[in-house]
Nanobody, 121 residues
Framework: QVQLVESGGGLVQAGESLRLSCVAS????????MGWYRQAPGKQREFVAA???????RYIDSVKGRFTISRDNAKNTGYLQMNSLKPDDTAVYFC???????????????WGQGTQVTVSS
């Protein structure tokens, strides 16, 4: 079972930036896709971005041009650089690791604790 530790969240003002990190263990990092997700208060968890082993990426429309997903296979770590943050980006952010289709669909049985991102206006 994969273990996931997200970090890097915080309280920022609109327009500022944050960089989230996700350290994964228990599954071979380099051969799997990695995804970032978020869950806002009162809403379901949603897919945000994904990166495959070849560094192909996918984003939801609302973060395109503002967020960048990346990975460092040597460190078993994925990142989400978030620029020009908006209050609507406020959520708990999670990551996960697995086959591409599972990552894009967010179909996982277990999740990490997540990291809180709060954007004030």
């Amino acid at each position: 079972q994969v273990q996931l530790v997200e970090s890097g969240g915080g309280l920022v003002q609109a327009g500022e930036s944050l960089r989230l990190s996700c350290v994964a263990s228990g599954r071979e990092f380099r051969v799997n896709a990695m995804g970032w997700y978020r869950q806002a208060p009162g809403k379901q968890r949603e897919f945000v971005a994904a990166i495959d082993p070849f560094r192909n990426t996918r984003y939801i429309d609302s973060v395109k041009g503002r967020f960048t997903i990346s990975r460092d296979n040597a460190k078993n770590t994925g990142y989400l650089q978030m620029n020009s943050l908006k209050p609507d980006d406020t959520a708990v952010y999670f990551c996960n690791l697995g086959p591409w289709n599972s990552v894009v669909a967010g179909q996982f049985g277990s999740w990490g604790q997540g990291t809180q991102v709060t954007v004030s206006s």
